[in-house]
């Protein structure tokens, strides 16, 4: 399961060495590059199953090395920036990063954003993305007649929520900023409606926590979004 091949972008060395490392030990194959334009030049010729891409990059933003690689593949591609870089994150995540590392991260983490990356991945090849039915642990949507169900039972959403569900479960795994959200449900960027997105996540997690508890499901990103998490 972990013959995957993972580039890692990274131009600080001493992190560069600490990804690849650990990549090897994992049994993951992996290519490394320290710019951008070879970052491009990678994706475009070995064709990788995930890209680990650290935004501050000496030639181009890695913003724009995002628009280039999505402008041909969706390979999922994992954002790693200092503290200091917050806006450029979700920027990277608008324009098409499914996940982010923050700097200093520890292996653990790296690892654990593979995984879950691996899950979308799989989900991603696999015949769910085209599925009518949605199911995610405990979690059923039925998309044809726009029912969703937890641990059998059918929860009793209002249109917005169920379309946030919706929105949510077709992107397992992909972290979805607040901005993405807002316009897809409401079809507007207006900043306000972080605040109303708030409050109906809040009544959405409610209603799916009568069961297990939705925090296995929704995952919150302070000041970044949200994201559902595969359960298993
Ligand atoms: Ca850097």
């Known amino acids: 399961m972990n013959k995957l091949l993972i580039l890692a972008v990274?131009?600080?060395?001493?992190?560069?060495?600490?990804?690849?490392?650990?990549?090897?030990?994992?049994?993951?194959?992996f290519l490394s590059a320290q710019?951008?334009?070879?970052?491009?030049?990678?994706?475009?010729?070995?064709?990788?199953?995930?890209?680990?891409?650290?935004?501050?990059l000496p030639d181009l933003d890695g913003i724009e090395v995002i628009r280039r690689i999505r402008s041909w593949s969706n390979v999922p591609i994992i954002v790693i920036s200092a503290r200091s870089e917050d806006t450029d994150k979700i920027d990277a995540l608008d324009a098409g990063a499914d996940d982010y590392l923050t700097?200093?991260?520890?292996?653990?983490?790296?690892?654990?954003?593979?995984?879950v990356t691996q899950r979308r991945l799989a989900l991603m090849q696999g015949a769910g993305a085209q599925e009518s039915v949605y199911q995610n642990g405990e979690?059923?949507?039925?998309?044809?007649?726009?029912?969703?169900?937890?641990?059998?039972?059918?929860?009793?959403?209002?249109?917005?929520?169920?379309?946030?569900?919706?929105?949510?479960?077709?992107?397992?795994?992909?972290?979805l900023t607040h901005k993405y959200i807002t316009q897809s449900v409401w079809g507007s960027n207006w900043e306000n409606d972080v605040a109303s997105l708030r409050v109906f996540m809040a009544t959405l997690r409610k209603k799916l926590e009568?069961?297990?508890?939705?925090?296995?499901?929704?995952?919150?990103?302070?000041?970044?979004?949200?994201?559902?998490?595969?359960?298993?």
């Open 10 to 29: 990274e131009d600080d060395v001493p992190v560069l060495n600490l990804i690849t490392t650990t990549l090897k030990a994992q049994g993951y194959r």
């Open 35 to 56: 710019t951008g334009e070879a970052a491009v030049m990678e994706t475009a010729s070995h064709n990788p199953d995930i890209v680990l891409l650290d935004l501050g």
């Open 103 to 115: 700097k200093p991260f520890s292996v653990e983490e790296l690892l654990a954003r593979l995984r």
């Open 139 to 175: 979690l059923k949507i039925d998309y044809a007649s726009g029912c969703a169900y937890f641990g059998g039972e059918e929860l009793h959403l209002t249109p917005i929520e169920y379309k946030l569900l919706c929105l949510l479960a077709k992107n397992t795994g992909k972290v």
């Open 210 to 232: 009568k069961g297990s508890g939705s925090t296995r499901y929704i995952q919150t990103h302070i000041g970044v979004g949200y994201r559902m998490l595969r359960v298993e």
